[in-house]
């Protein structure tokens, strides 16, 4: 049974940092792209990061370029994003997800699994 187990979300100020794990376990997971989504209440899903099965190929959606990093330990099974300079905006909840291919995307549509999502809320 896949699982990818999200992590590290809460409440921060403005400015603040926050370090998003996500542990997967059921598949093989270093030969998976990996990425990193969020929805935001009454806004759609949308893509915040991903990353190719070796670590050496990374997407980062425009609003967050600079302020946030995803990188993976695959002997860990886990895929991290750091985020740093966080705004109220960033508030949503933040979903994991693992392709069945092991490069980066930054489509939901090419992903197969989804964890459950960990909040963030940045108070201003």
């Known amino acids: 049974q896949v699982q990818l187990v999200e992590s590290g979300g809460g409440l921060v100020q403005a400015g603040g940092s926050l370090r998003l794990s996500c542990a997967a376990s059921g598949l093989t997971f270093s030969s998976r792209g990996m990425g990193w989504f969020r929805q935001a209440p009454g806004k759609e899903r949308e893509f915040v990061a991903g990353i190719d099965w070796r670590g050496s190929s990374m997407f980062h959606a425009d609003f967050v370029k600079g302020r946030f990093t995803i990188s993976r330990d695959n002997a860990k099974n886990t895929v991290y994003l750091q985020m740093n300079s966080l705004k109220p905006e960033d508030t949503a909840v933040y979903y994991c997800?693992?392709?069945?291919?092991?490069?980066?995307?930054?489509?939901?549509?090419?992903?197969?699994?989804w964890g459950q999502g960990t909040q963030v809320t940045v108070s201003s």
């Open positions: 997800a693992a392709r069945a291919s092991v490069g980066a995307s930054m489509n939901d549509y090419d992903f197969d699994y």
